[in-house]
């Protein structure tokens, strides 16, 4: 079946420094990934919309300078933490179809991210 | 790693009829428990979480969903689905420090 690979799955990282996360769907092509984050003991939040070839869509508070998206291809879209702080450490996670709306929606297995 | 399984991806009902969606995982650890609800043309909103304490959860818009930590299952309910219940649901579980989300159910509730 339809698989959505994330990585790394965790990472730790000194403040002030980039960090980049990968989402790749191993066997369709997605032309519309999405990033979530998630915080401690709160549900996700969309973060942006990623759309191959184009510039990716933001959801409202989300700094797209911050919070760098990247989708060269079909198979793969990029996060990009730049500059990071202490609060932007959480769960980072991804998620594609590999058809229309009808079709299910795969997860990465998320990265968690600790900025220290 | 930990997985989540939800079957019967389509689901369909007429108004009235109770809905219940499974959702079964492998961890046997400690684990949190999630059902989020995605309308048509809107993103992931969270219906209902379990944490600690009383199994049976009560969420948003007439739903719950009962923690049955010897099955490893978080089913959902809704006694009389209405038409605005159509919609794509996930379960999910956070369990080991990693998160993981079931496939999804598409229900759609004829008037």
């Known amino acids: 079946g339809a698989v959505v690979s994330q990585h790394p799955s965790r990472v730790i990282c000194k403040s002030g420094t980039s960090v980049k996360i990968e989402c790749r769907s191993l066997?369709?092509?997605?032309?519309?990934m999405f990033w979530y984050r998630q915080f401690p003991k709160q549900s996700l939040m969309l973060m942006a919309t990623?759309?191959?070839?184009?510039?990716?869509?933001?959801e409202q508070g989300v700094e797209k300078d911050k919070f760098l998206i990247n989708h060269a291809s079909l198979t793969l879209s990029t996060l990009t933490v730049t500059s990071a702080h202490p609060e932007d450490s959480s769960f980072y996670i991804c998620s594609a179809r590999p058809g229309g709306y009808n079709s299910p929606l795969h997860f990465g297995n998320g990265t968690r991210l600790t900025v220290t | 790693a930990q997985s989540v399984s939800q079957h019967n991806h389509h689901v369909i009902l007429s108004e009235a009829a109770s809905l219940e969606l499974g959702c079964n995982y492998s961890y046997g650890g400690t684990v949190n428990l999630f059902w989020y609800v995605q309308y048509p043309g809107q993103h992931l909103q969270l219906l209902l979480k379990?944490?600690?304490?009383?199994?049976l959860v009560k969420g948003i818009k007439g739903f719950e969903a009962e923690f049955i930590k010897s099955k490893f299952s978080f089913n959902l309910r809704k006694p009389s689905v209405q038409w605005s219940d159509t919609a794509e649901y996930f379960c999910a579980v956070y369990g080991n420090n990693r998160l993981a989300f079931g496939k999804g159910n598409q229900v759609v509730v004829i008037p």
């Open positions: 379990y944490f600690s304490g009383d199994p």
């Open positions: 990623s759309n191959e070839g184009s510039k990716a869509t933001y």
């Open positions: 066997d369709f092509q997605a032309t519309t």
